[in-house]
């Protein structure tokens, strides 16, 4: 099975401030029939179920605010809040669908 | 929309079937996984189902092969996950969610919880 790991497993910005949260594979994710990377972002607010922020790491999903970004290859990647707002208070998880079973990083906390 | 329904008490070794309702579009087309979640805990895939287009086949964890088993009746835009041989380790929020790999609809779970 391919392993997430994701750092750090909390964080706390400021309003306004960048928020980053890293996400490392255990092994490729880079899907041959697109040359894209097989992973995505989810935000998980208590109660909630995860919402898709990202996909294909870094195609951000429709009515996600542009304030969220994908990026990264190779084995490692990175969600970015460009400038945190209070709404944005969540867990975040990374997720490889490379090849199954699918599996998610443990969850990075972002606190105000 | 997706709704799951199904949870509940139930004890080891016992059996439940949660099912996954979908409106709003049209499930015949849709590849749908089960994700589970113990409170406060992470993110766990269960499995999924093709659409029957793609030949309507199913992929399951390894802590669940052989115990639960995913199905489809497009007729009444329902899936479902049969989960036999119950243990207290699969006392979870199951969700279902659609997509072949990420998971852009998400219903809002339903709470299993197994114990004698």
């Known amino acids: 099975d391919i392993v997430m790991t994701q750092s750090p497993d909390s964080l706390a910005v400021s309003l306004g401030e960048r928020a980053t949260i890293n996400c490392k594979s255990s092994?490729?994710?880079?899907?041959?029939?697109?040359?894209?990377?097989?992973i995505a972002w989810y935000q998980q607010k208590p109660g909630q179920p995860p919402k898709l922020l990202v996909s294909?790491?870094?195609t951000r999903e429709s009515g996600v605010p542009d304030r969220f970004s994908g990026s990264g290859s190779g084995t490692d990647f990175t969600l970015t809040i460009s400038s945190l707002q209070a709404e944005d208070v969540a867990v975040y998880y990374c997720?490889?669908?490379?090849?199954?079973?699918?599996?998610f990083g443990q969850g990075t906390k972002v606190e105000i | 929309q997706l709704v799951e329904s199904g949870g509940g008490l139930v004890k080891p070794g016992e059996s439940l079937r949660l099912s996954c309702a979908a409106s709003?579009?049209?499930?015949?087309?849709?590849?749908v996984n089960w994700v589970r979640q113990a409170p406060g805990k992470g993110l766990e895939w269960v499995g999924r189902?093709?659409?029957?287009?793609?030949?309507?086949?199913?992929d399951y964890a390894a802590p669940v092969k052989g115990r639960f088993t995913i199905s489809r009746d497009d007729s009444k835009n329902m899936w479902y996950l049969q989960m036999n041989s119950l243990k207290t380790e699969d006392s979870d929020i199951y969700y279902c969610?659609?997509?072949?790999?990420?998971?852009?609809?998400w219903g809002q779970g339903t709470t299993v919880t197994v114990s004698s």
């Open positions: 969610a659609t997509g072949w790999g990420h998971m852009g609809v």
């Open positions: 709003g579009f049209t499930a015949s087309h849709a590849w």
């Open positions: 189902i093709r659409s029957k287009a793609d030949g309507g086949t199913t």
């Open positions: 092994q490729t994710v880079l899907y041959s029939s697109n040359n894209k990377y097989s």
């Open positions: 294909w790491a870094s």
């Open positions: 997720q490889q669908y490379y090849s199954t079973p699918w599996t």
